[in-house]
């Protein structure tokens, strides 16, 4: 088997670039003292990025687009499980369950 060495950088490349935006917050963000307020705004970021995720998602934003019943059922019957679980990994296992239940049947 022949080894591509553009391939390989690549690779190399697609991890770096991966690893350094997940590594260098966590860094500097450990070595200074967060105020009160900032750490009060950092605990809305994951609420506003899965907000946008999931409107992205649902919301038929272009003209050509409609609503899939599919996603709306399942975003439903997440927020049920996640309210009455308080478990991610239920709460993601039950959304993809039911969206490959509805394309099953």
């Not at 690779?11 to 935006?21: D, R």
């Not at 709306?72 to 369950?97: E, F, K, N, P, Y």
């Amino acid at each position: 088997m022949e080894i591509r060495w553009d391939v390989l950088f690549i690779i190399i490349g697609g991890a770096i670039m991966t690893f350094l935006p997940r590594a260098f917050p966590l860094v500097v963000l450990s070595k200074i003292e967060i105020p009160d307020w900032g750490m009060r705004w950092l605990k809305y970021i994951p609420v506003a990025i899965l907000s946008a995720l999931l409107a992205q998602e649902l919301l038929p934003l272009e003209e050509q687009q409609h609503w899939k019943i599919s996603h709306v059922i399942a975003a439903v019957v997440c927020l049920i499980a996640g309210l009455l679980t308080r478990s991610l990994l239920l709460t993601v296992g039950v959304g993809i369950g039911v969206v490959m239940l509805y394309h099953l049947l």
